[in-house]
């Protein structure tokens, strides 16, 4: 069964660097998402991508952030400048012609 | 503005019985619904979803009834199994144009007792 991957599965950082999260889609997908999750809370969304470029992004998605889909097959999330408070889990999702948004195993964020 | 909140934090239910897990939501205008479980160190696995056009949806031991006019969601699992314990979110599918952001409840913890 295809599934969304993540890479790696734990970035540990210092605060102030710079983080690329990668995702590798459902591969006749066209919609692609970033979630975040902070320790014991919900799910929030931070951007939804179609068509090469942001369809809507949150007011977490500061300048800060960014997303690419260099190639075929990846979808970054990198984090400018981390600082503490960005310490979470990043999942990223893929959806289909349907609506069911598929969740990959997400990233481990930690800035110290 | 939209949300999605979650009547209780945790639930601990027998092993063999029947769970309810409820949700409410503000904004009347949304048509599609989800609920998402969670396990441990996992990303949200799709469960089952409805549309507004509906009040009641069933899958494989589980079941989503949708109430409108309280704003009101839940699901319920029939005969829980050990494997069914996690973290049980509802969901909202917003946005735009299809882009369909997801807006997440709180979450609900369930533990299945042997």
């Known amino acids: 069964e295809p599934e969304v991957t993540q890479t ?32 014991g809370q919900k799910v929030e969304f931070l951007v939804s991508f179609y068509n ?7 007011e977490i998605f500061d300048d800060q952030f960014s ?22 889990m990043y999942f990223c999702a893929s959806r289909g012609a349907g609506n069911e ?5 997400g990233t481990r964020l930690t800035v110290l | 503005g939209e949300s999605v909140g979650l009547h209780l934090p945790t639930l601990s ?10 949700c409410a939501y503000s904004n009347s205008a949304s048509d ?17 979803d409805i549309r507004s056009n509906m009040d009641k949806r069933q899958g494989q031991r589980v079941t989503v009834l949708l109430n409108k006019t309280v704003k009101h ?21 917003g946005g735009f144009l299809g882009a369909q952001k997801l807006v997440f409840g709180q979450g609900t913890r369930l533990t299945i007792n042997p």
């Open chain 2, 73 to 93: 969601l839940s699901l319920q699992i029939a005969a829980t199994q050990p494997g069914d314990s996690a973290v049980y979110f509802c969901a909202e599918n």
């Open chain 1, 101 to 105: 948004q598929f969740f990959g195993p």
């Open chain 2, 13 to 22: 239910v027998q092993e063999g019985d029947n769970s309810i897990i409820n």
């Open chain 1, 8 to 39: 790696p599965s734990h970035q540990v950082t210092q605060m102030g660097q710079e983080v690329i999260l990668r995702c590798v889609p459902i591969s006749n997908h066209l919609y692609f998402y970033w979630y975040r999750q902070i320790l």
């Open chain 1, 67 to 88: 997303v690419e889909r260099p190639d075929g097959s990846n979808f970054t999330l990198k984090i400018r400048s981390t600082k503490l408070e960005d310490s979470a």
């Open chain 1, 52 to 58: 090469n470029e942001i369809s809507e992004k949150s």
């Open chain 2, 32 to 48: 599609y619904f989800i609920w998402y479980k969670q396990e441990s160190g996992k990303g949200p696995q799709f469960i089952i």
